[in-house]
């Protein structure tokens, strides 16, 4: 994800959140509909003076915030002690060695409350006690029931007891570790579409997916290589037209790994046909 919003996300986010349309946006603020589609694309280069005051004006922001130069929308002028930080936490939050929007986004998450009050939970010890007292339950039990019987290594028994017991820093390890990574998993949901995240799936299954495609088709052994070569290429091969087909075969055959012989269409048994996949 991008370490701040992009100009671009925030005159469409802006927008978006008025239900407006470019039409009606460039209606109200007197800015061409093609120059407000420029301004919210993924390739923006430049917007004008005009325009900066003209959508500050209309959103009630200001054009510090539209260029980016700060991430408070409608905040401006919050106090710092406001936000009831230690100096500790003000330095770091200070610090740029980290994603600050991807911290941001965390504390914004509908799940971040939960995460916050299992962590309290589990630094206050405030379950402790109880998870203690189960467990010394289960222990007594257990000593009570094995000292009556002779082979209790693996009575299931006693290894019911044994397991039943919870370990308070793997319970709540888990409990915390879940909440983290629920509120993760959304926010890398929401930025699938980033220039900045990894493409999904990789460009190795891309190319694997793609030839096993092409070898599903039925057809000669040298039109199987020619949706191949094509597939890898990212080339639909039944777009090809004859003659293109004609000069492949041609360049083909120019490969010493081409080892059977390939005949032009109209002239063999190979066709440049539509296929039939095989039955699975």
């Known amino acids: 994800m991008n370490i701040k919003i992009t100009i671009p996300e925030r005159l469409k986010d802006l927008r978006t959140e008025r239900g407006l349309t470019l039409e009606q946006l460039s209606e109200a603020t007197g800015i061409s509909r093609a120059a407000l589609g420029k301004y919210e694309a993924d390739d923006f280069k430049d917007i004008s003076p005009f325009s900066i005051a003209a959508l500050a004006k209309f959103y009630g922001v200001s054009a510090d915030y539209l260029m980016g130069l700060t991430e408070t929308k409608n905040h401006p002028n919050t106090e710092l002690e406001a936000l009831h930080l230690g100096d500790g936490a003000i330095e770091v939050l200070k610090d740029r060695q980290f994603n600050h929007r991807l ?161 032009q269409r109209g002239k063999g048994n190979t066709t440049h046909g539509k296929g039939k996949r095989k039955r699975k």
């Open 103 to 263: 911290l941001s986004e965390l504390i914004c998450h509908k799940d971040f409350q939960r995460l916050m009050l299992d962590a309290e939970i589990y630094v206050d010890r405030i379950a402790d006690m109880r998870i203690n007292d189960m467990n010394a339950v289960l222990e007594a039990v257990r000593q009570m029931v094995r000292a009556k019987r002779e082979d209790s290594a693996n009575d299931l028994y006693l290894r019911t007891l044994e397991l039943a017991q919870v370990s308070e820093e793997e319970y709540f390890g888990h409990v915390v570790a879940n909440d983290l990574t629920g509120i993760l998993r959304d926010i890398r949901e929401s930025h699938k579409t980033d220039s900045t995240t990894a493409d999904e799936p990789s460009a190795a299954a891309q190319a694997q997916q793609q030839l096993q495609t092409a070898m599903n088709f039925e057809g000669s052994s040298d039109e199987k290589k020619a949706r191949a070569l094509l597939a890898t290429l990212g080339i639909d091969y039944d777009a090809i037209t004859k003659e293109q087909f004609v000069n492949l075969i041609e360049v083909l055959r120019l490969s010493k790994h081409m080892k059977s012989s390939i005949n």
